[in-house]
Each structure stands twice: as structure tokens, then as C-alpha cells.
């Protein structure tokens, strides 16, 4: 026989099931904006039946069910989603990152044309037409003083040009370090409270609710983590989530790391993020590894090519001019100003600080000997030219080997000088090995280098040229070879015509001479109406003087607008693919987490019609409890 | 993409989304519309962006080459006045050669010619030493240096002071302009080769029997540096300078063995010896010790060939002293030549102006193509762009009023 009061009971149970139902539905509504609440549903499952199998069991038919409870509250979330999406966050944050920071390194070349106005020049390329056209109207009058004014002025705006190219890569990688500290500061707090979460969490699952909206709040966290670097998530362990980036562990539980930051100080005081335990984080994608990659080689890279043009441009001009003849019969003087790493005169340099010289760096070294660039070798063997090998043959002539040496990579520029003999010069490098502009290494096993062309003393490995060694000035390069010392650090961030010709531009070496005493070196001036020298120079424009002696000025800057605008393309092509790709899989989650409103109302509906029926049936209830009570 | 249930947001986000993208394609196209230009970053299109950077440095370099052939224009144009005036005093120089030989006029006749021929060798001087722009036109490379410098005094047989020599300061310089890619004219010849009458001549008295190089050397006969070999004896060295493009011809005397160098125009040789070498000094051509240098001739060498001054001096003088044979003989044919020498010159610089003309007009035409390439890459095509945009616009205007109608309706406006 069951109790009096089962009937109140289960009414009263399915009134405060229903109830809760109603308040799950409107917690649902009160919700439907939040960022990342997911859907909440109440499972309703009928309360224990009676009688359990045993000796209190009564001689009624069974089982006699006992009406409705709450078994538990569950939010509707498909974790395969959620992890794919935690694994599309970090392409998106790169190429987000990629694209807006390329797009600034775009804008720094103003191409095409400052947005097509031709009356503008601020283009480096533009500066540098306009130079070079200004040699050219030198040379038409080189006897006024007017034009060489003018020219003084171009070459002000060009080197103008160059340095504020320079300083405009300098000032967004400057920006995305700080974006990069702030997003390390970002990432860690978020990490903290992540762990946070995972002990509130464990404590709540403990006593066995479901924390959904702390569930919900933890996901939102990791969603945005998951942008800034490539995390991966464990949840293998129901009661430990662990984050990884690249491999090692960001968050454990309820316990989190700290990433730092330390300045480098071979990269310009840049800082590059660490574990606590001093390994160096290895970003593979997010928004830290995009913005680590843009800083340290995409505007690295820029500021090199633009080092490369700056450090070529005044290199060529200035041995041009330094053979020429100014209004006033003076010769050797350079037309922009140089400054060499070190004043050592030997070249050599102390590169790990610790007190003694260690290095030699030079900048370029031409030969003892006068060649002819028709001539067949007659000889074989293979050189190292900074550390890429090259062979050469008895039947090759000598403008072969020249070009093979341009087309081998080895980052180095070689041609025949005016004068028939063999010149080597350093481009820039992909890496930081040694500085830019230093030849690293130069051997033979053979005479090219030796005998043949007069730059090393001696063939083999022990006559054989390296940077990392000092003196080699003294003791590997031949006695009568020409060299100079590289260049110091950044030669576009200093470009300027030397002081000397600003002041009085007598000194422009216009006219070309003649050298009456045979030392190499021409002594008298061909006259103020020569204007042979300035020619020379403005025909610098169009010659093959760049990039291994393949591309003429004039396409290496197109090269490096075409290479800068594909890279751009691809960013924002890529971070248009991410962005739709993230976009179907938040709908995904939206259709399966969303809460849709017609289906609330529709729930709402549907919990207040069984409300209403509990109420109905405690009411029903009542009245026979009433007709015992007080009828019987 | 199949998703059976649609939450409210998700309709709603969705639509922007779709909305955002128009707007930002209707953007773009509005900034090439006011722009004029299809392109307004490289990564837009790299490759026409930076074709049409070639073509705008192509552009600017013709700008340039038309300014020099300007320059060279005017500058030419001025050196062919002089030409012509010259020739005409010639002419009338020429006239009172022919009088003053024929046998009729008398001593009297021939010194009120000499005062005429003089006036007018100043005439000429004043041409020849003319201006362009400040400086000296006919010097050469010595732009400041006057180029004819005038000595008077005393001359036998006249009443007052006339010119006793003229010399020629200036050099054989010529400046070059460049008028095309990598192309370069000179518009000017230096007085010593426009004022010279008679092909310079050097007889060096040293004999080259026995003669050898010892090293390696080099000279310059007229801004040509020619090389010689070691070991190269004086006809190895007479045919190197043949075979050179200077405009000299040399030679071995057969009598004295010594060598001969003559010019193949009128035109005053300039000799040096360069980078310490001493070859012309050592084969008795050029004074020892003066290796460069104007008039450096060694004073054992015998050097004839002079310049239209020259020739009228002699020709005044004769005129002064009676001389009717050479004034007819001599001087009237070292005066044809003269005006022989002017009127090749003036061949030449009219040449040079149909040269000019032609480039002038090719480097038009050039630029008027590139500027068209250049146009076809750089600018937009409004027709176009004005379409796509009306298309731009209808389409955004349909999905704002698509997004209106879904977010309208829910259950809400149904319930009680």
C-alpha cells in the first residue's frame, strides 16, 4: 500500500522539476547574446520506482513509479567541433597577423607610386631615377656650378629616401615587438586563469554537478589561446585539462606557466620568448609564431635588400667617382661618405667581445692580375667561395667562371673591374652568421684564385681566406690584391654624400683624366668640359650591377616591390580562407550550442503546459485527500 | 553545407558577414573609380604593378634623352652659325688670293689687300673664340680657357701693328651627351680641328733601325690610349697605330729611318705619352721630360701643319712682300683646303641634326607607346568599374533587405 502522500510528493516533485526546466529555458533566453554560452538542456528521467526487490517490499502490483526529477543539467557542446576549432585558431591568428603587418611593410614602398599621383616622388625608386638623371644633365653642362647644385639636391633626397625607407622597417618591427610583449602578457594571464578555472571546476565535478557555465567560460579562454599560439589540448584525463604549445606543457589543471621575455642583444634588443626553465618557445603558427616570423625575417629581409642597394649604389658611384676629376682638378675623393666597421686598417675586429681581435672583415677584394674576360682558364680545380663550392675548367673562359661564381648562391657579386682584373664583393646573407657585406670564405684547390687572378696567396686549405680568422688580411690575400673593409652595420641607415662635396661641389668628379706616371692611378684632368666621369656614373642606372650581376638597379627594385606585393597576397588570401573556414565551423558550433528562440519559446511552452499539469494534479490530489479527511 | 538547425544568432551573424563583404568590395571599387587607378597596393596585382614600374623608369628616361638632344640641339645649332660665317670670310679671303696673284696689281694693290686680309682674320678670331652659355665653345675641355690667344706687333713691310701669330690654347676634348640608351654624340669639334687648314705633320729625325720595346706601354694620339707590347720593333708599333681608330696615319721615313706621323684631316694632333711610359719621347716625337702637354714636340722633330691663322699670316705676308707666286701657289691652296676642312665640318653637323631630328621623333613615338602600355596596365577602365559597382550596389541592397526579413518573424509575435 502506498503512502497517503504519494500523490503530493510526486507532484510536488514534478512542480520543482518542471520549475527548473522553466528556469533552465529562461536562463537559455537571458543568454542568447553571450559570448560562447552554450545551450542548456535539463534532463528530466523519472524518479526511482517502487519497490526495489527486497523483504520491505509490499504485495502491491509493481513498479509504482514516483514522477519526474532532474537527473542533471547538461549544456550541448560537440567537443569534436571545439577541438577543431582550437586546431584552426592558430592559422587564423598567423595569417591575421601576417596580413596586417605586411600590409604596412607594403605601404613603406608607396608603390605603385603613392597611389599613382606622378607628381609625388617619394618612391625609393623614383628618388633614384631622378639622381641619376640629374648626372646625366651634369654631364650636358659640366663646366656650370647650377646643375651640380641641383645634383647635390637629388642625392640629398635619395639618400633621404633610403634611410626613412630604413627606419620605417625599423619602426614596425619596433611595433610588433611590442604587440609581441603584449600578446606574451595576454597569453599568461589567460593561461592563470584557465588554471584557475580548472580548479573551480574539479571542485564542483567533485561533489557531482555539471559547472556548465564554467565550462563555457574556460572554452572561451582556450578559444582565444588557441588564436595566439598553436595549442594542443589533452582532455584524456577527465580531471587534469592539459594545454600544450609546441610540445610542452602551458597549462596543467589547476596549475599554469609563465612564458618570458628577454631582449636579444644580436637582434637589436628584440625580444624572443622563453619557458621559465630557459628553452626557447618554438612557435609553430598563432599569432606569436606570425608576428616572431614578420619581425626576425620577412622585415629583416627588407631592411637587407635596402642595405644591399645602399651599400651597391655608393660603392659603385663612389669608385667612379673617385677616378674622375672635380672643377677644381682634384681626384680620389668619394661622393658618398662610408664608414667601415672597424678602423682597424687591417680589417681585423673583436667579434665575441672578449678583448682580441678575432675576425677580418672585408667588404670586397679585387686581384693582383690584369685579366681578359674572352681568355680560356687552362686550368681546373674547385673553389669555396663563402662556403659554396664551385668548379671551374680548363676550357671554361673566364666570363663563365664570373657568371657561375654570380649563379652559385654564395651571396657574393664578382665581375672584371674597368681595369681587367678580377673584383669579389659580399652581398647580404639569409642568416646571421657573420655580418652582411663580409666575405666569409675564399679557397681553391686550384690557381684560379691564386696564381691566376691574384687574390690569394696560396691554394689549399691552408692558404685559404676566412672571416673568423684574424689577420687574414696580412697573411691569405695576395700583396698587390685591393681590398676594403665591410661596411658598418646598416649602411642604409647612414647613406649620405660626403660632407666635403655638399660644401663646395667643385669637388663632383665630372670630367675623366688620364694617368701620365703609371701607377694605376689617373693624375691629370681631361678639362672642365670632359664630362666622361658623370656619364659613366648615370649610365649606372641601366647595367646589371645587382644580385650577382643579373638584375640592373631599376628591376631589383621591382623585384622587391613584386616579392613584397605576393607575399602580401598570400597573406590576405590565406587569412581570407581561415576567416571562411572559421566561420563554418563557429556556424557548426552554433547549430548544434546555439540557443535558436523559437525553440525556447517553444520548451517554454511546452514546461509551462506540464507545470500547469502538475498544479492540476496536486489540485486533483488535494480534493481526494480532502474527501478522506473530512468525508470518511 | 548541411546544418538541419539554425540558431538565432547564427542567421544574423551570417547575414553581416555577407553584408560586411559587399560593403568591402563596393569600397575598393570606389577608391579605383576616384583613384583613376586599378591598383592601389602591390599585393592587388604584383605583376602588372610592377611592369608598370619599367615602364614609368622607361618614361622618365626618355625625358631625359630628349632634354640632352636639346641641349646638344642648341649647342650645335650655334656651331653651324659659326661655320657658315667663317666660311663666308673665307670666301672673300679666297677672292683677294685670286686678285693678289694675278700679275696686274701692283705692290700697292697687294699692302691695301694684306690690311683687308688681316681685318679679317680678326673677324674670324672673334668667331672662333665665341661663347656658349659663358664659357668658350671652341677650346675643347678647357672650357675657360680662351682658345685663340692673338700676339701683335710689328710686321715687315707694314705701317702699323698687325697680328704676329695666333696660337691655340684650348685642347682636342669633345663633349659627349648621351641622346639614346647607352648612345653618345658630340656636337662641337675643338678649334684645333674646326680653324685648321693643313694636315699636321711630325718628322722625327731618330732612327727606329734597331729600335725595341722594353715593357709593356701605352700613349695617347688623340684621346685614343693605344697599347703597345714589349719586344714590338717600330714597325709593329707603326702598324698598331694604323690599326687604332685615331685619325692618324704613320709611317718609317725610308731615307732616315725615323718615324712619320701624320693626321688623315686637318686637324692639330695632340701626343702623349701615358702611365710613365716613354715611347714617343724615346723615338724622338715628343720633347724628353714632356710626356703630356700641349706642344710637346721635340724641338729636333720637324712638325708642319697649321691653322687657318696660320695661312693667312703667310698669306698677308707674302702679300706685304710682293710675292705673287706663293700668294697664288702656296697660300691659295692651303686656303682651299681651309674652306674644304669648314665645309666637311658643316657636312657633319648637318648630319648630326638629321640624326637628332630622327631620334627626337622615334623617342616620341616610343614614349607615346609606352604611355599607352603604361595606361593599359595602371588605369581603370570606368565603364567597368562604373558597372561593377551598380552591380556591387543592387547586390548589398538585396542581401540588407534579405537580412530584414529573416530577422523579423519569431515565435514570440505569435504568442498570447
Known sequence: MISTFHGLEMGKRSLASHQQAINTTGHNLNNMNTEGYSRQTVKLSTFEPLYVPGLARSETAGQIGQGTTVTSIDRVRDQFIDNRIISAGKDLGFFDMRNKYLQQMEMVYAEPSVYNDPSQYNTLRRAFDEFMSSWSDVANNPDDKAPRNVLVEKANILTNSVRHHFNQMTDIRN???????????????????????????????????????????????????????????????????????????????????????????????????????????????????????????????????????????????????????????????????????????????????????????????TGANTLDGNDKLGIRGTMNVNNVEIDYYETDTLDRVVRRINESGAGVNAFLNPQGKLTVKADYYGDNQSPDFVIRRLEDNGLFLTGYAGILNQSGAEGGFNSNVVNETGTKLNAQSVWSIAPLTDPAQYMAIEKKIENDVSFIAVASGIDSDGDGIKDISNGIGDSQNALRISSLKDNKVMVGMSLSVSQYFENIVSDVGARGQKAENGFRVQETIMNNLENLRKSVSGVNLDEEFANLIKFQHGYNASAKFISEMDKMLETIITKL | MSIYRVSTNMANDNGMNFVMKKEDSMNKVHQSISTGKKYVMPRDNPVDVTQAMTFHSKIFKIDQLERNINDLGAERNLVENKIGSTIEILQRVRELSVQGSNGIYTAEDRKAMSVEVDQLMKNIIVDANSKYKGNYLFSGFQKFTKPFEVLEGAVRGAD?????????????????????????????????????????????????????????????????????????????????????????????????????????????????????????Q???????????????????????????????????????????????????????????????????????????????????????????????????????????????????????????????????????
Not at chain 2, 669633345?174 to 653618345?184: G, S, V
Not at chain 2, 721615313?253 to 694632333?269: L, R
Open chain 1, 175 to 365: 611595433n610588433v615587438d611590442i604587440e609581441i610583449k603584449n600578446k606574451v602578457g595576454e597569453l599568461n594571464e589567460i593561461a592563470s586563469k584557465i588554471a584557475k578555472l580548472n580548479e573551480r571546476i574539479l571542485k564542483s565535478e567533485a561533489v557531482g554537478d555539471h559547472p556548465n557555465d564554467l565550462y563555457d567560460s574556460r572554452d572561451v579562454f582556450i578559444d582565444k589561446l588557441s588564436k595566439m599560439a598553436d595549442i594542443q589540448i589533452s582532455r584524456e584525463d577527465p580531471d587534469e585539462l592539459i594545454l600544450y604549445i609546441g610540445g610542452k606543457m602551458i597549462v596543467q589543471g589547476a596549475e599554469s606557466e609563465k612564458l618570458n621575455l628577454t631582449a636579444q642583444a644580436d637582434n637589436y634588443g628584440y625580444s624572443d620568448v622563453y619557458w621559465a626553465d630557459g628553452e626557447k618557445v618554438a612557435f609553430r603558427g598563432g599569432e606569436l609564431g606570425s608576428l616572431v616570423d614578420v619581425r626576425d625575417t620577412d622585415l629583416r629581409m627588407e631592411q637587407k635588400k635596402i642595405n644591399s642597394f645602399a651599400v651597391n649604389i655608393s660603392d659603385l658611384v663612389n669608385e667612379i667617382h673617385r677616378d674622375g676629376f672635380g672643377l677644381n682638378e682634384t681626384t680620389g675623393n668619394d661622393f658618398f661618405s662610408t664608414h667601415p666597421f672597424t678602423t682597424d686598417p687591417t680589417g681585423n675586429f673583436d667579434a665575441n667581445r672578449d678583448g682580441a681581435d678575432d675576425s677580418t672583415f672585408i667588404f670586397k677584394v
Open chain 2, 160 to 280: 702699323t701693328a698687325m697680328i704676329t701669330e695666333v696660337r691655340y690654347l684650348g685642347d682636342n676634348g669633345k663633349q659627349l651627351r648621351e641622346i639614346d640608351f647607352n648612345e653618345y654624340a658630340a656636337s662641337t669639334p675643338p678649334g684645333s680641328d674646326l680653324f685648321w687648314a693643313e694636315n699636321f705633320q711630325i718628322y722625327s729625325k731618330v732612327n727606329t733601325a734597331d729600335f725595341r720595346l722594353e715593357n709593356d706601354m701605352s700613349v695617347m694620339i688623340d684621346n685614343q690610349k693605344i697599347s703597345f707590347n714589349e719586344g714590338d720593333n717600330a714597325y709593329a708599333i707603326v702598324d698598331k697605330i694604323n690599326r687604332s681608330p685615331a685619325a692618324v696615319n704613320a709611317s718609317i721615313d725610308i731615307v732616315t729611318g725615323g718615324m712619320i706621323i701624320k693626321s688623315t684631316t686637318p686637324h692639330k694632333v695632340e701626343l702623349a705619352d701615358i702611365e710613365g711610359g716613354n715611347l714617343l
Open chain 2, 282 to 416: 724615346n723615338l724622338g716625337i715628343l720633347a724628353q721630360g714632356r710626356p703630356i702637354g700641349p706642344d710637346n714636340f721635340s724641338q729636333d722633330a720637324d712638325v708642319f701643319g697649321g691653322s687657318i691663322f696660320d695661312t693667312m699670316i703667310g698669306l698677308r705676308d707674302a702679300m706685304l712682300q710682293n710675292n705673287a707666286e706663293d700668294i697664288g701657289g702656296r697660300f691659295l691652296g692651303a686656303i682651299d683646303e681651309s674652306i674644304t676642312n669648314l665645309t666637311n665640318n658643316m657636312a657633319k653637323t648637318g648630319a648630326l641634326q638629321n640624326r637628332l631630328d630622327y631620334l627626337t621623333q622615334r623617342l616620341g613615338d616610343d614614349k607615346m607607346s609606352y604611355t599607352k602600355t603604361l595606361s593599359s596596365l595602371e588605369d581603370v577602365n570606368m565603364a567597368d568599374a562604373l558597372t561593377e559597382l551598380a552591380t556591387l550596389d543592387f547586390a548589398h541592397k538585396a542581401s540588407l533587405s534579405s537580412l530584414a526579413k529573416i530577422t523579423k518573424s519569431s515565435l514570440m509575435d505569435f504568442l498570447r
